[in-house]
């Protein structure tokens, strides 16, 4: 499997642009997260969703984020309106509805940079 | 309430030193998730190591092992003979099971490690 695939890598946008960040969760998980990254915070959960439904969104910071699943296959997170205090590593992991007979850790994505100027 | 304490922020050590990582937990549940991340310079974060909370047995897996102790909430990561190739922000992580997934993290802070050659 190739794992958790993220885009774009890097993104450096300007303040007041929409940013759009980019998931594709590993085949058969039923669970997908989006984490955040930043040196104040560490690493903070904002959104998971189960089958494609957002479960639990109390980690969002602000209602100019949202996120989206509209498949098994794919998620975003949207930014709109950026600003610099939004800069950080955005992960995305998925996983599987846990088992205790299998391995249903979560597995990370290599993660977006943003960088907003 | 849940936390994960990793109180040491940097560790550097030599080649072929042995080092342990300390992390401290904190949760009101009686079925929960312990994990170890690495992340290394490059910036994705690499599972390491999941135990549950009704097996308290030590593991070890080449180098690495783990020591989980419920009676002091810890679970504590050595790493022997420590390379250079260990060189990584190290994360120490907890899931409880009420949300039926181990994905769900709450990180702590990290330890950053240094092996030098």
């Known amino acids: 499997d190739a794992g958790v695939i993220q885009s774009p890598r890097h993104e450096v946008t300007e303040m007041g642009q929409e940013v759009t960040l980019r998931c594709k969760p590993i085949s058969g998980h039923d669970y997908l997260f989006w984490y955040r990254q930043t040196m104040m915070r560490g690493l903070e959960l904002l959104i998971y969703f189960n089958n494609n439904v957002p479960i639990d969104d109390s980690g969002m910071p602000e209602d100019r984020f949202s996120a989206k699943m509209p498949n098994a296959s794919f998620s975003t997170l949207k930014i709109q309106p950026s600003e610099p205090r939004d800069s950080a590593v955005y992960f995305c992991?998925?996983?599987?509805?846990?088992?205790?007979?299998?391995?249903?850790?979560?597995?990370f994505g290599q993660g977006t940079r943003l960088t907003v100027v | 309430a849940q936390k994960v304490t990793q109180a040491q922020t940097e560790i550097s050590v030599v080649e072929k030193e042995d080092v342990t990582l300390d992390c401290v937990y904190e949760?009101?549940?009686?079925?929960?998730?312990l994990f170890w991340y690495k992340q290394p310079p490059s910036g994705e974060l690499v599972f390491l190591i999941r135990?549950?909370?009704?097996?308290?047995q030590n593991e070890i897996s080449g180098r690495y092992s783990w020591n989980f102790q419920k009676s002091t909430s810890s679970f504590n990561f050595t790493i022997t003979a420590s390379q250079v190739v260990d060189s990584a922000v190290y994360f120490c992580?907890?899931?409880?099971?009420?949300?039926?997934?181990?994905?769900?993290?709450?990180f702590g802070q990290g330890t950053t490690l240094q092996v030098k050659p």
């Open positions: 992991a998925s996983s599987r509805h846990f088992d205790r007979a299998m391995n249903t850790e979560a597995f």
């Open positions: 135990r549950n909370s009704f097996d308290e």
């Open positions: 949760t009101r549940d009686t079925t929960y998730y």
């Open positions: 992580a907890l899931s409880e099971m009420g949300s039926g997934n181990t994905g769900k993290l709450i």
